[in-house]
């Protein structure tokens, strides 16, 4: 709270009303890196000028947009030249090469497949391991008990990378398919719930004190203080369980026999399509880039609270 | 009553069915605190901590009383045992007759600071108490706009606690603490973060509304002069370990209001309380010496 010292001037409510729509204006300048930046701006649309959001926000994604391009150039350039000093571009596609094959993918239906396969599998995988992740992260953040009992599994279970899943995954599940899942869902799990948990575990006593003394039961603390509290860490954990899910389904889809944009992409590799390979490096990038952003904008809404001058 | 930014008609928005409610069945008013013989221990690293030591103490109904006392003296423990967040090693609270073990919507509680739901709007945070009492959505609001005009905020009922100054923040703590018609309120440094002039301010607006519904109120401060500018009764306490050493009599006139700050009989008083405390305090440093 930066309130304090303005407490004298802002106590007579005529006087605050004013002072208090002034302090939201200079808020929405501030220097923090808008990760979320559809998010932000619904929030902030209202109040800022078009001119000031060309000068700072803009400029931001101006930048941004020139970092990609340049990368993009520098790749053509050492693609066409066969840039080769320890790190080798002989082999490696142009963009232009890259973007050529991608209009042919895009033309046929094969690539689609793919990419709802994968869609199909991460949804599945990613709404069981939100699920069981937030249930456990809040039995393991209130009781110490379930902390005690389930933390060293996890501990134990998270460093282990979603490739060495694979052949438990092929003994214990009936087939290829929830295999795949059950690989992505482990890959988004560990983040949800170790976040679901921190969040849990930092909730302000005061509040609950506050809470009791008002009249609120056991179940009502939780959903009226402890979840709402551990929400800001809770989306952090999706956002990042998100792209974990994506990361660990190229992993799933190594045997995956048919579809699935890791399986395009393993396979592309085996039979040495250059382009190919790189096609399905950037799908998933996007598509996981794009589903974490979605997780964060919809989860926006319980957030709004955060936002300085939130009125809804 | 006095000019604070109170809005003047909140006598046409309070409902005095549910005022008159806080007087019992048998007609008797309700909010009588009694303390017995009341230790509170806590165990520490270094052993056991004796916070509050043979604590005695009645509050009457509809009194206005500070504990008042040095820091860490176990004011804010005394009154955290009233509350029922914290039970006491032997001796009983009662309320109202009945033996305090765990807290509740009776007793209405103003915390020092940050003890709004950031997550909930002012008026959601108002309306938290009668939801939790099983009122309707409809009812919980519109009991919640009403104490929220009666401490002056009703423009802000939308807005989320963090826009808002720690002045208006402590006031939505007060007409959330209200909402739930509690015979008693209990303020635990409630002004102790707030400038001096939004303090006197806050003090004055406190006294207003109290005087709408004379409620029993339970005040910790260390603050000598909001002690003597509130109450009917200023009850001092000592440190380690926690004792109740002198109970004084407020005979001020009310309402009060700011110039009392400067009149002769608040100097008495404050003079009265000054010395005690500071007997105390001496004695206490003494003790620790010859401990030492």
């Known amino acids: ?312 | 009553m006095s000019d604070a930014p109170v809005s003047n008609n909140r006598l046409a928005v309070l409902d005095h069915s549910r005022l008159r409610a806080k007087t019992g069945k048998d007609g008797s008013e309700r909010g009588r605190i009694s303390v017995r013989d009341v230790d509170i221990v806590f165990d520490t690293v270094s052993g056991p901590h004796v916070a509050v030591q043979q604590a005695n103490l009645t509050v009457r109904p509809g009194e206005f009383v500070c504990l008042l006392g040095p820091s860490g003296c176990g004011k804010s423990t005394l009154m955290n045992a009233i509350a029922g967040f914290v039970e006491p090693k032997c001796g009983e609270v009662q309320v109202d007759g009945t033996s305090v073990t765990e807290p509740g919507p009776d007793r209405g509680m103003v915390f020092q600071q940050h003890s709004l739901f950031p997550w909930k709007t002012v008026q959601e945070n108002v309306a938290f108490g009668p939801l939790m009492a099983g009122v309707g959505n409809n009812e919980a609001n519109s009991v919640a706009r009403t104490f929220l005009s009666l401490v002056g905020l009703a423009a802000f009922a939308n807005a989320y606690p963090n826009t808002l100054s720690g002045g208006m923040q402590q006031r939505v703590g007060i007409a959330r603490a209200l909402a739930n018609y509690p015979s008693v309120l209990l303020m635990d440094e409630p002004f102790g973060a707030l400038d001096a002039q939004t303090r006197i301010m806050m003090q004055e607006n406190l006294l207003d509304i109290w005087g709408e519904f004379h409620n029993t109120v339970v005040f910790v401060t260390h603050d000598i002069d909001e002690a003597v500018f509130l109450s009917d009764r200023i009850v001092v306490m000592s440190a380690s370990p926690g004792k109740i050493i002198a109970d004084i009599d407020v005979r001020l006139p009310r309402p009060r209001e700011q110039s009392l700050l400067t009149s002769p009989d608040f100097m008495a008083l404050k003079r009265q309380c000054l010395d005690l405390i500071r007997k105390e305090t001496l004695n206490a440093f003494q003790q620790q010496n010859k401990a030492g």
């Not at chain 1, 889809?253 to 590799?269: A, F, L, V």
Request: net charge positive; hydrophobic share 50%.
């Open chain 1, 1 to 312: 709270m930066d309130s304090k010292s303005n407490a004298a001037i802002r106590t007579d409510p005529v006087a605050a009303e004013p002072s208090h729509q002034a302090s939201s204006g200079p808020s929405t300048a501030r220097g923090s890196i808008p990760v979320l930046p559809m998010a932000q701006q619904a929030g902030n649309q209202s109040r800022l000028p078009a001119r000031v959001w060309m000068k700072t926000t803009g400029t931001r994604y101006l930048v941004r947009t020139l970092a990609l391009v340049a990368a993009v150039v520098l790749w053509q350039l050492a693609s066409t030249n066969g840039f080769h000093f320890y790190i080798n571009f002989d082999n490696i596609p142009a963009p232009s090469v890259v973007g050529a094959a991608l209009v042919s993918e895009l033309t046929g239906q094969e690539f689609y497949l793919h990419i709802l396969h994968s869609l199909q599998r991460v949804a599945i995988a990613y709404v069981l391991a939100v699920v069981f992740g937030v249930v456990l992260g809040v039995a393991m953040g209130r009781s110490r008990w379930a902390e005690d009992i389930i933390l060293p599994y996890i501990e134990l279970l998270r460093p282990i990378p979603a490739v060495a899943w694979i052949p438990l995954a092929i003994l214990m599940l009936p087939t290829e398919q929830s295999s795949i899942i059950f690989i992505t869902f482990l890959g988004a799990l560990f983040p949800v719930v170790l976040n679901t948990v921190h969040g849990v575990e930092q909730t302000n006593s005061v509040l609950i004190r506050a809470a009791r003394s008002l009249g609120a039961s056991k179940t009502a603390i939780l959903w009226h203080v402890v979840l709402p509290g551990a929400m800001p860490s809770i989306v952090a954990g999706l956002a990042i369980g998100m792209g974990v899910a994506w990361f660990s389904l190229l992993a799933g889809e190594i045997i995956s026999g048919q579809y699935g944009i890791g399986y395009y992409t393993w396979n592309s590799y085996t039979l040495i399509q250059y382009p190919q390979i790189i096609i399905g490096m950037l799908t998933i990038g996007g598509l996981g880039t794009l589903c974490t952003l979605l997780v964060r904008y919809s989860c926006n809404p319980l957030l709004k609270w955060q936002a300085k001058g939130g009125r809804s």
